[in-house]
């Protein structure tokens, strides 16, 4: 018998709740014995999401001092400025906590505050959260209580840049340009205008092309790798499919790099990581390749007519860019195999 671990999901109704949920049922060593919401409290999961139309559970209203009670671990889908509300109490009754929301990612409240627009829920803990990007903090995520994992768009694009600026195949006084683009899901389960059928079937647009709320999460990671403060150009885009993100960087190479160099140092970096994928030269990243797994394919090119590197990434926002992280950062915190529920 796999001894199986007691998980609770709070704010299980959205996007990535039913993400997690998809993804956990199918996971040899988890119990999920919570599922939360307060709008559809009461209801059996089929009911709102017929996917599950075998599946015999029923969505509850957050209970922590249940949770605490019944459960190993709690993932917490839920919006930003939420999460704190249910870290507080969980941490005091020593539950490990995987959050799916931008809330203890940003280890400067003063940065969280300009770009969210509040002040942080509670910045006493943000020296405590432990930013869970599987492939790069792997034992600090065995050793936290809390793990903020990362956003999908910077996992796009922190993934890509990483090994170079380990490697100093950039420079560093140019410009770092990252251009994204997303499927509606990314926007979250709720009814807006610009997300509705017609308004975005049929149509590419860039939105919040200043000011964007992934920019202090980007540049806080490629800051640690490149051991310097590094600001970024990030245009997002919305695009009118379901899931998916396609990210294009371009960055200018530093002086006398290869093509080659560039394609080694990000197969050296990923060549033990179940689940990142290195395409071969002259491929480039594509969303359907990606979507419902776990995966991030890498591509990389070098054009030598002006010194740029340009990389390629492809993700599945809701899985690799949410709660497929969120499990596979699970799976190294329990020792179980990192790939588990996931393949």
């Known amino acids: 018998m796999i001894k199986k671990i007691n998980v609770s999901i709070i704010g299980a109704s959205g996007y990535s709740g039913e993400e997690l949920i998809r993804l956990m049922l199918r996971h040899p060593s988890i119990n999920i014995n919570c599922i939360t919401s307060r709008k559809y409290a009461g209801q059996q999961i089929r009911n709102v999401f017929p996917r599950f139309a075998e599946v015999d559970m029923l969505f509850s209203k957050p209970d922590v001092e249940e949770i605490s009670k019944s459960s190993d671990v709690v993932f917490l889908a839920l919006p930003h400025g939420l999460a704190s509300e249910y870290?507080?109490?969980?941490?005091?009754?020593?539950?490990?906590?995987?959050?799916?929301?931008?809330?203890?990612?940003?280890?400067?409240?003063?940065?969280?505050?300009?770009?969210?627009k509040v002040p942080?829920?509670?910045?006493?803990?943000?020296?405590?959260?432990?930013?869970?990007?599987?492939?790069?903090?792997?034992?600090?995520?065995?050793?936290?209580?809390?793990?903020?994992?990362?956003?999908?768009?910077?996992?796009?694009a922190v993934l890509p840049l990483v090994p170079l600026l380990k490697n100093g195949l950039v420079d560093l006084s140019a410009s770092i340009t990252i251009n994204s683009l997303s499927g509606v899901s990314g926007a979250g389960r709720k009814v807006a205008l610009p997300f509705i059928f017609?308004?975005?079937?049929?149509?590419?647009?860039?939105?919040?092309?200043?000011?964007?709320?992934?920019?202090?999460?980007?540049?806080?990671?490629?800051?640690?790798?490149?051991?310097?403060?590094?600001?970024?150009?990030?245009?997002?885009?919305?695009?009118?499919?379901?899931?998916?993100?396609?990210?294009?960087?371009?960055?200018?190479?530093?002086?006398?790099?290869?093509?080659?160099?560039?394609?080694?140092?990000?197969?050296?970096?990923?060549e033990n990581e179940p689940f990142v994928r290195i395409l071969p030269l002259g491929k480039?990243?594509?969303?359907?390749?990606?979507?419902?797994?776990?995966?991030?394919?890498?591509?990389?090119?070098?054009?030598?007519?002006?010194?740029?590197?340009?990389?390629?990434?492809?993700?599945?926002?809701?899985t690799k860019g949410a709660a497929g992280q969120a499990i596979q950062s699970m799976n190294i915190a329990f020792g179980f195999k990192e790939t588990a529920g996931l393949l």
């Open 120 to 156: 942080h829920p509670a910045p006493e803990l943000l020296k405590n959260a432990v930013y869970g990007s599987p492939e790069r903090s792997k034992d600090e995520i065995r050793s936290a209580s809390l793990i903020a994992c990362p956003g999908c768009y910077p996992t796009s």
């Open 284 to 318: 480039t990243a594509d969303t359907k390749d990606v979507t419902y797994t776990n995966f991030c394919e890498i591509s990389c090119a070098y054009d030598t007519h002006t010194e740029t590197i340009i990389l390629n990434s492809a993700i599945d926002n809701l």
């Open 87 to 116: 870290a507080i109490p969980l941490l005091k009754n020593n539950l490990k906590i995987f959050d799916l929301s931008a809330d203890f990612r940003i280890a400067d409240s003063a940065m969280y505050e300009k770009y969210y």
């Open 198 to 270: 017609p308004e975005c079937n049929e149509s590419v647009k860039a939105y919040a092309v200043t000011g964007h709320r992934h920019i202090p999460e980007i540049e806080q990671e490629l800051s640690k790798a490149g051991k310097k403060s590094l600001k970024v150009r990030f245009i997002p885009h919305l695009i009118p499919v379901n899931r998916g993100i396609q990210t294009t960087i371009a960055v200018t190479a530093a002086k006398n790099i290869s093509e080659k160099n560039i394609f080694d140092a990000l197969s050296l970096e990923y």
